[in-house]
């Protein structure tokens, strides 16, 4: 003990960036999404790999501070994205193999790490074993109503043949499972108990309101019946669903007992970046405790799941280009909410990319050739990538940096992830107050130094704030954290 605490000074004292010890969360809060073809390479195939992903956890938990992890999907599939599964219990040989991920996986679960994967329930590939026995309407056997298929048109099928069409509202690549099918949801269960059992900690829900056509009662009647077989598996398994529609929608799915993203709250349109461009902190700060109430209302249980963008969103550094303080306070609002909070890989360090989602889903930059991916083929993005993982170690002012202190206090206070927060007036619109148990987490919204009057001490000062007298000063687009007297 005497040594390491030693050696933890003298890191302190020499100013290295990596001096400062990690905080080991309460509760397993901050997910990092990876695209893992883009992530990093193993091998030298110039796709990002299993193998890629286990050796860059110390950089995603120890350096950035995030105790989970989401993977987009890992099946054999014949699209770069793969979200048309050909085998639902194997790994792409491209991205390794099962041996590969079971040590990704033990691992994790030996650093108490949560490991989350991608299921693609609402569809699986054109060429998947069940399609091929299905369509064969005279021999489809037990496999005759995985799929729904019609002989006359209907919008969202398309044509098998000229007497046929299949459901399949995406692409033809991907047809529609038909979820009422006993035997689709026996395969769903033996799938999701084959991942549980290899120590996978949660699923992330594919396109959840197109599992019955965007009727929520159905969606929710099923959900519900996935998570409670999923929950008699692992109790403690964390599922979390994309709804990509209107919020009064997804807080009714809350009923189901999953989470769901906040899409209302990320993206270049949601009320996360309107609120800091108009400098509308209070109104956001009740607008979230509203609508994390509502939540609750629906089931007591209910954690938000919050991003700022993901692999179907262009990336967030555009959102504020070239204004690196709103991107940082952007970080810090997002991540310093109530719930489970996701980091998109390179959003960290402001990587850009925007149109088509291949163009989401460039390689992580990590300021070297050693680990570069090539990326998905059909990527055409021809912006100028200045920033890398290296270079924005070494910037202490650095997005990078700011994300690492944003995650290192919301670990060290439980409150935060878990706290049922309230807004709170500090009698200026362009503060946003929320109050979880003792703690207030404040964002300064306006470039203006602001400050905060009232009976309050600062708690943590790691983001902003100094105390003058009997006021707590805070600079333009800072934070801080402070308690009540």
């Given at each position: 003990m005497i040594k390491k605490t030693l050696l933890v000074l003298i890191l302190l004292l020499s100013g290295c960036s990596k001096s400062v010890e990690p905080v080991e969360p309460a509760s397993n809060s901050v997910f990092y999404e990876i695209f893992v073809g883009s992530f990093y390479d193993t091998d030298g195939d110039g796709m990002g790999d299993l193998k890629g992903v286990e050796m860059k956890l110390d950089y995603i938990q120890n350096e950035l501070g995030a105790q989970g992890i989401w993977l987009m999907p890992i099946h054999p599939s014949p699209s770069y994205h793969k979200y048309d599964v050909l085998d639902y219990k194997a790994i792409d040989p491209k991205y390794g193999t099962m041996e590969d991920f079971d040590s990704l996986v033990n691992e994790m679960n030996d650093r108490g790490m949560t490991l989350i994967l991608?299921?693609?329930?609402?569809?699986?590939?054109?060429?998947?074993?069940?399609?091929?026995?299905?369509?064969?309407?005279?021999?489809?056997?037990?496999?005759?109503?995985?799929?729904?298929?019609?002989?006359?048109?209907?919008?969202?099928?398309?044509?098998?043949?000229?007497?046929?069409?299949?459901?399949?509202?995406?692409?033809?690549?991907?047809?529609?499972?038909?979820?009422?099918?006993?035997?689709?949801?026996?395969?769903?269960?033996?799938?999701?108990?084959?991942?549980?059992?290899?120590?996978?900690?949660?699923?992330?829900?594919?396109?959840?309101?197109?599992?019955?056509?965007?009727?929520?009662?159905?969606?929710?009647?099923?959900?519900?019946?996935?998570?409670?077989?999923?929950?008699?598996?692992?109790?403690?398994?964390?599922?979390?669903?994309?709804?990509?529609?209107?919020?009064?929608?997804?807080?009714?799915?809350?009923?189901?007992?999953?989470?769901?993203?906040?899409?209302?709250?990320?993206?270049?349109?949601?009320?996360?970046?309107?609120?800091?461009?108009?400098?509308?902190?209070?109104?956001?700060?009740?607008?979230?405790?509203?609508?994390?109430?509502?939540?609750?209302?629906?089931?007591?249980?209910?954690?938000?799941?919050?991003?700022?963008?993901?692999?179907?969103?262009g990336r967030s550094a555009s959102y504020f280009a070239n204004q690196l303080e709103k991107q940082k306070l952007a970080a810090s609002i997002y991540l310093l909410l109530p719930g489970n909070a996701y980091i998109y890989y390179g959003e960290e360090i402001g990587m850009i990319g925007s149109g088509k989602d291949e163009n989401k889903r460039l390689p992580m930059l990590w300021g070297e050739s050693k680990g570069m991916t090539f990326g998905p083929s059909g990527s055409d993005y021809d912006g100028e990538m200045a920033m890398d993982l290296k270079s924005e170690e070494k910037d202490k002012n650095s997005l990078l940096n700011h994300y690492k202190k944003v995650t290192r206090v919301r670990n060290q206070y439980l409150e935060i992830s878990r706290g049922e927060a309230s807004a709170l007036d500090l009698n200026d619109p362009a503060l946003f107050a929320q109050k979880m148990g003792d703690i207030i987490v404040v964002h300064n919204f306006s470039n203006e130094k602001k400050s905060i009057e009232g009976s309050y001490e600062i708690v943590d000062k790691t983001l902003g704030g100094t105390k003058e007298s009997d006021t707590i000063v805070l600079e333009g687009y800072s934070s801080v954290i402070i308690k009540e007297n």
């Amino acid at each position: 003990m005497i040594k390491k605490t030693l050696l933890v000074l003298i890191l302190l004292l020499s100013g290295c960036s990596k001096s400062v010890e990690p905080v080991e969360p309460a509760s397993n809060s901050v997910f990092y999404e990876i695209f893992v073809g883009s992530f990093y390479d193993t091998d030298g195939d110039g796709m990002g790999d299993l193998k890629g992903v286990e050796m860059k956890l110390d950089y995603i938990q120890n350096e950035l501070g995030a105790q989970g992890i989401w993977l987009m999907p890992i099946h054999p599939s014949p699209s770069y994205h793969k979200y048309d599964v050909l085998d639902y219990k194997a790994i792409d040989p491209k991205y390794g193999t099962m041996e590969d991920f079971d040590s990704l996986v033990n691992e994790m679960n030996d650093r108490g790490m949560t490991l989350i994967l991608d299921l693609v329930l609402n569809h699986s590939s054109v060429e998947h074993p069940w399609f091929k026995a299905s369509r064969d309407r005279d021999n489809c056997s037990d496999y005759c109503d995985y799929y729904t298929f019609s002989e006359v048109p209907v919008p969202g099928y398309h044509v098998l043949n000229n007497s046929l069409y299949y459901e399949s509202e995406f692409t033809d690549t991907m047809p529609d499972l038909n979820l009422d099918s006993e035997g689709v949801r026996n395969e769903i269960k033996d799938i999701t108990k084959f991942w549980v059992d290899k120590g996978v900690g949660g699923f992330r829900l594919d396109a959840t309101t197109h599992f019955y056509a965007n009727n929520t009662e159905k969606n929710i009647d099923f959900l519900k019946w996935f998570s409670d077989y999923a929950y008699s598996l692992n109790p403690d398994l964390e599922i979390v669903g994309e709804a990509w529609t209107a919020s009064s929608i997804v807080s009714s799915m809350f009923a189901s007992n999953i989470s769901f993203f906040n899409f209302g709250l990320a993206q270049n349109s949601g009320s996360l970046v309107k609120s800091i461009n108009r400098e509308k902190g209070y109104d956001l700060a009740v607008m979230m405790a509203k609508y994390q109430a509502s939540l609750r209302e629906i089931n007591p249980k209910a954690i938000d799941s919050i991003f700022f963008s993901n692999h179907d969103q262009g990336r967030s550094a555009s959102y504020f280009a070239n204004q690196l303080e709103k991107q940082k306070l952007a970080a810090s609002i997002y991540l310093l909410l109530p719930g489970n909070a996701y980091i998109y890989y390179g959003e960290e360090i402001g990587m850009i990319g925007s149109g088509k989602d291949e163009n989401k889903r460039l390689p992580m930059l990590w300021g070297e050739s050693k680990g570069m991916t090539f990326g998905p083929s059909g990527s055409d993005y021809d912006g100028e990538m200045a920033m890398d993982l290296k270079s924005e170690e070494k910037d202490k002012n650095s997005l990078l940096n700011h994300y690492k202190k944003v995650t290192r206090v919301r670990n060290q206070y439980l409150e935060i992830s878990r706290g049922e927060a309230s807004a709170l007036d500090l009698n200026d619109p362009a503060l946003f107050a929320q109050k979880m148990g003792d703690i207030i987490v404040v964002h300064n919204f306006s470039n203006e130094k602001k400050s905060i009057e009232g009976s309050y001490e600062i708690v943590d000062k790691t983001l902003g704030g100094t105390k003058e007298s009997d006021t707590i000063v805070l600079e333009g687009y800072s934070s801080v954290i402070i308690k009540e007297n």
